[in-house]
């Protein structure tokens, strides 16, 4: 798989199978990764990984919490500014319609929502996930860097035939990641990811990106 193709053959993907995914070819991914971009060479990202035994415990604690309505932690940080503005409230509110759309879930129906937002605690059914935390003392720049290591796997996963999907959703229940993982005080869970084999039976509606000269200013001599 070129590049080109691992780049637009990347998307959340929300339904896995229980295929195990070979602990080679994680160290590999992760091995090649470490070459993303960063500055100053700080590799600001800690990642931990989790198949089996320990990742069923997480899906359970979570599953739990779900099940008794125990609230969300509090947030570490900001996932989106308190007032999104033009465009970008848009393509959020977009996603979401198409999203839900797929799955015949009304605009209105908040129940059904929470359902299907549900399954992010399960991970999908992925047989492994990824938990990426950043030392709360770091900034924007080394943000951006983790970013770019998230991407990176991302892409590597799919030179390898597997998938995986991005979710900022486990902040929501860090504590209950830090029980199983007992991470230093001083990292903060950025995010998890869903790693494994797509489920094809599941259906999915991709979300479409901005044209180019949306995103896109050329500054030609």
Same mark, same amino acid.
């Given at each position: 798989?070129? *590049? #080109?193709?691992? *780049?637009?053959? %990347?998307?959340a993907v929300r339904g896995f199978t229980d %295929?195990?995914?070979?602990?080679?070819?994680?160290? %590999? *991914?992760?091995?090649?990764?470490?070459?993303?971009p960063s500055a100053s060479n700080i590799q600001p990202w800690h990642a931990y990984v989790l198949t089996g035994a320990p990742l069923a415990e997480v899906k359970k604690l979570a599953g739990e919490r779900l099940a008794a309505g125990d609230p969300w932690d509090e947030p570490e940080y900001?996932?989106?500014?308190?007032?999104?503005? /033009?465009? #970008?409230?848009?393509?959020?509110?977009? /996603?979401?319609?198409?999203? #839900?759309?797929?799955?015949?879930i009304p605009r209105g129906d908040i129940e059904a929502r929470q359902r299907a937002s549900s399954a992010n605690w399960d991970c999908f059914g992925a047989p492994a996930a990824l938990f990426c935390y950043i030392d709360r003392d770091m900034g924007p720049a080394q943000w951006a860097d983790v970013g770019m290591y998230l991407q990176t796997v991302m892409l590597l996963l799919r030179a390898e035939g597997l998938h995986s999907c991005p979710q900022m959703a486990w902040a929501k229940y860090r504590k209950t990641v830090a029980e199983v993982l007992s991470p230093p005080d001083e990292l903060i869970l950025f995010c998890g990811m869903s790693i494994g084999f797509e489920d094809v039976t599941v259906d999915y509606s991709r979300t479409a990106r901005?044209?180019?000269?949306?995103?896109?200013t050329f500054v030609e001599g």
């Open positions: 798989m070129d *590049v #080109y193709e691992a *780049v637009t053959s %990347r998307r %295929r195990p995914v070979p602990r080679e070819v994680l160290e %590999r *991914v992760l091995s090649a990764a470490a070459w993303s900001e996932q989106y500014p308190p007032a999104l503005k /033009f465009p #970008y409230c848009e393509r959020r509110s977009a /996603f979401g319609e198409q999203r #839900y759309g797929a799955l015949g901005a044209p180019l000269e949306e995103t896109v």
